[in-house]
């Protein structure tokens, strides 16, 4: 028995067995920037904060970042290997539900260069490929501490 916590082992053993180029989508029961931290060690994936390295630079005018601008940006992280994307929710939440629908269908039907990981808190009820998934929503998570939300 694996001395992680059910939850790790849940993501380690579906990531590792998922097929290279795959784009999945990690189901999270709330905002949790350190547990996507702690996946993207467990996992070897680099971890991308889209929010701080796309987003920010553009100030108020972030919203105008396009969806094929998210799509180019992964591809780029893709490139260099596995990696989880952290706040794409943060640019889909300002795109009509249409377009913010059919662009989370073509990232988990995408080939992409390695495994993306995109953890999704808010727009879960809108996934249409349930294999592409990463359930975690039914398990437990320690309390985040502040000293741990003050680091991220």
Avoid at 53 to 58: A, D, F, G, K, S
Avoid at 105 to 126: C, G, S, V, Y
Wanted: hydrophobic share 40%; proline share 5%.
């Amino acid at each position: 028995m694996s001395s992680d916590p059910q939850w790790q082992t849940a993501v380690t053993s579906t990531f590792g067995k998922s097929a290279p180029g795959k784009g999945m989508l990690l189901l999270m029961p709330e905002y949790r920037p350190d547990i996507c931290r702690t996946i993207a060690d467990r996992t070897g994936a680099a971890f991308f904060d889209f929010r701080r390295e796309v987003m920010q630079e553009r100030k108020t005018l972030a919203h105008q970042v396009t969806l094929e601008e998210l799509t180019e940006t992964l591809y780029e992280e893709a490139d260099k290997g596995d990696v989880l994307v952290f706040n794409v929710e943060s640019l889909l939440a300002v795109k009509p539900d249409e377009k913010r629908q059919a662009w989370l269908t073509d990232f988990t039907t995408r080939k992409w260069n390695n495994r993306i990981l995109l953890p999704l808190a808010i727009f879960q009820q809108e996934i249409l490929a349930p294999e592409s998934t990463i359930d975690l929503q039914d398990y437990y998570f320690h309390e985040q501490t502040l000293i741990s939300r003050l680091a991220m």
